[in-house]
């Protein structure tokens, strides 16, 4: 059965930082391209980060550069989100996503993502 579990939301002034988990289970992590993507109320789910299978290729959204954080460790089964510098507009549910993603251009689109957790609140307060 496979589990993506999202731990580490929550409450934030601005400015703060907050570290998001994805802990993986069911299928084999290192074969996985991981990613994390937020959803606003009434938005679409957007892409925020995303990081290869060896860790040697990352993207973030504009958005996010300089702040935010991704990394893996495939020996742990878990995926990271480092987030710094918070801003309101960051509040929103994060989703971590894992996938096969075979071409770079494509990386930031939900549809490359072949499982997802159920996402978890990060709400920053201005």
């Known amino acids: 059965q496979v589990q993506l579990v999202e731990s580490g939301g929550g409450l934030v002034q601005a400015g703060g930082s907050l570290r998001l988990s994805c802990e993986a289970s069911?299928?084999?992590?290192?074969?996985?391209?991981m990613a994390w993507f937020r959803q606003a109320p009434g938005k679409e789910r957007d892409f925020v980060a995303g990081?290869?299978?060896?860790?040697?290729?990352?993207q973030y959204a504009e958005s996010v550069k300089g702040r935010f954080t991704i990394s893996r460790d495939n020996g742990k089964n878990t995926a990271w989100l480092q987030m710094n510098s918070l801003k309101a507009e960051d509040t929103a549910v994060y989703h971590c996503?894992?996938?096969?993603?075979?071409?770079?251009?494509?990386?930031?689109?939900?549809?490359?993502?072949?499982?997802w957790g159920q996402g978890i609140q990060v709400t920053v307060s201005s």
């Open positions: 990081i290869g299978r060896s860790s040697k290729f990352i």
């Open positions: 996503a894992a996938g096969v993603v075979l071409n770079v251009g494509t990386r930031a689109r939900p549809s490359e993502y072949h499982y």
């Open positions: 069911g299928f084999t992590f290192d074969m996985y391209d």
